[in-house]
């Protein structure tokens, strides 16, 4: 049938350590940019929420892993919080090893697969003083916690990640306001990105040298991009856009090069990389077993202005808003469905048909307060169409031969979100912020259906 999934196919949700775990300052974890940023800046942060508690895992998950059984959870996705189990850098955290070591073993007790993330945006404060990912010693900083986690939890783990979206701590941090170290400069972020690819081929090498059981992959978001038209200015911007915000990352890590035309937008710009003689010959060697692909929405832009002197990338490509969009008013993000068909279609065409999964895929919806019914559930039919929309064409790529394994949505339980904290809820489950207790929404009920059934259900 046409709405069935392939056999074995993995369902599921992610999220990460420090929007979800809590317990920031206890059992020996450091601080991480996060903690630092809201003890100094806290008016910076939407509802002055910080991320010491979050979401509360730390202490809730046995009953959150037992809810995911509940929800016909196969498979999960989190990370390891890196100032948690390494809080100098050097020595092991035990009480760190016991929490992750007891959540993989329930995780697989239960029927859900861990797949396990190193990074997701959460850098120990100490490392960021240093220079953070400016710094080349962070690689090899990066590449000793790899290789920790791969001998505690290798035995538990099949599935690991080195990195979630790593162009948004470069796009946020030096690009804009929105991570620290929230500075503008085009060369720092290249720099910077160069450096975090090089801490995520140190650990796939650090993973393979070690023959380590299971697979080794990275996540990242790739957001198609659209020129408004055919006009050949347009087409040289969407080509630009989709260099710098996609293949920066994704090329390196599926084919073990960069893009040539990379390389010619760090000559244009006369951006200098520090970089040594083996770097480009390790990236080559150690490229990834998988991919993960987060999906949200669409870049759509137009020829750039070639004497903009406001922002470098303006010279290259501008944002450009389709008439026809339809929106999420909520974050202010086009929702266009077939954009996950047109990455499902690339991977297939352009990066060897690679094994690939749906990482993170959903809407967030501020106010969902409004649409708690009489029994407390929340009735999010919005989030349950957006997800059976995008798992439609999903379908069709999968049909038409892309090597695509598995869906996770973003996310499990409404978690906490950087900056915007709580103000976007994303969760199958809500998350009461007074007393910490879970509540399942409609969309749970039916993800549960569709996971059980690996089809998608045709009536709800």
Not at 14 to 21: C, D, F, I, T
Not at 258 to 283: G, T
Request: with cysteine; charged share 25%; hydrophobic share 35%.
């Amino acid at each position: 049938m046409m709405n069935e999934f392939p056999k074995g196919f993995l369902w599921g949700a992610a999220s990460s350590g420090p929007q979800l775990e809590g317990a920031a300052d206890i059992d020996g974890k450091v601080k991480t940019v996060w903690d630092h940023w809201f003890e100094t800046e806290p008016d910076k942060f939407y509802q002055q929420i910080g991320p010491r508690d979050v979401s509360n895992f730390y202490f809730r998950y046995k009953e959150d892993i037992q809810t995911m059984k509940e929800l016909g959870f196969n498979s999960y996705r989190t990370s390891i919080s890196w100032a948690r189990l390494l809080p100098d850098g050097k020595h092991v955290n035990e009480k760190a090893v016991t929490f992750y070591r007891d959540v993989f073993t329930r995780l697989k007790e239960n029927g859900v697969k861990p797949i396990i993330n190193l990074f997701h945006f959460d850098m120990p404060y100490h490392f960021h003083e240093k220079g953070g990912w400016e710094n080349r010693d962070i690689i090899h900083e990066f590449a000793f916690y790899a290789k920790t986690a791969f001998d505690y939890f290798g035995d538990l783990v099949e599935e690991w990640v080195t990195f979630n979206e790593p162009i948004v701590p470069i796009e946020m941090g030096f690009l804009n306001d929105k991570h620290l170290p929230a500075v503008v400069d085009i060369k720092r972020a290249f720099q910077a990105g160069f450096h975090t690819m090089l801490a995520h081929v140190y650990a796939v090498k650090v993973f393979k040298e070690n023959q380590n059981k299971g697979k080794i992959g990275i996540i990242l978001n790739l957001t198609p991009s659209y020129p408004r038209s055919e006009n050949p200015a347009d087409q040289e911007a969407a080509k630009w856009a989709d260099v710098l915000f996609n293949r920066s990352f994704l090329d390196p890590a599926v084919h073990g090069t960069y893009p040539s035309e990379l390389k010619q937008f760090i000559e244009n710009e006369q951006i200098e990389l520090h970089y040594e003689d083996e770097d480009f010959a390790l990236m080559k060697q150690y490229t990834v077993d998988f991919l993960g692909v987060n999906y949200y929405q669409p870049r759509r832009v137009q020829a750039g202005d070639k004497a903009s002197n406001q922002d470098v990338l303006q010279k290259y490509f501008i944002p450009y808003q389709w008439p026809e969009a339809k929106m999420n008013p909520h974050r202010g993000w086009e929702i266009y469905e077939k954009g996950l068909y047109d990455i499902a279609i690339n991977i297939r065409n352009n990066y060897s048909n690679i094994p690939w999964y749906v990482a993170e895929n959903g809407i967030g919806v501020e106010g969902e307060e409004q649409f708690i019914d009489s029994l407390g559930e929340v009735q999010d039919d919005y989030r349950i169409e957006f997800m059976t929309d995008h798992l439609r064409w999903l379908q069709k790529g999968i049909a038409e031969g892309s090597n695509c394994y598995g869906y996770h949505v973003w996310t499990f339980i409404d978690n906490w979100s950087w900056l915007n904290e709580y103000k976007n809820r994303y969760g199958l489950v809500r998350l009461d912020l007074e007393t910490m207790e879970r509540h399942k929404k409609k969309s749970a009920s039916w993800f549960y259906e569709l996971a059980k059934g690996n089809t998608l259900p045709e009536k709800w």
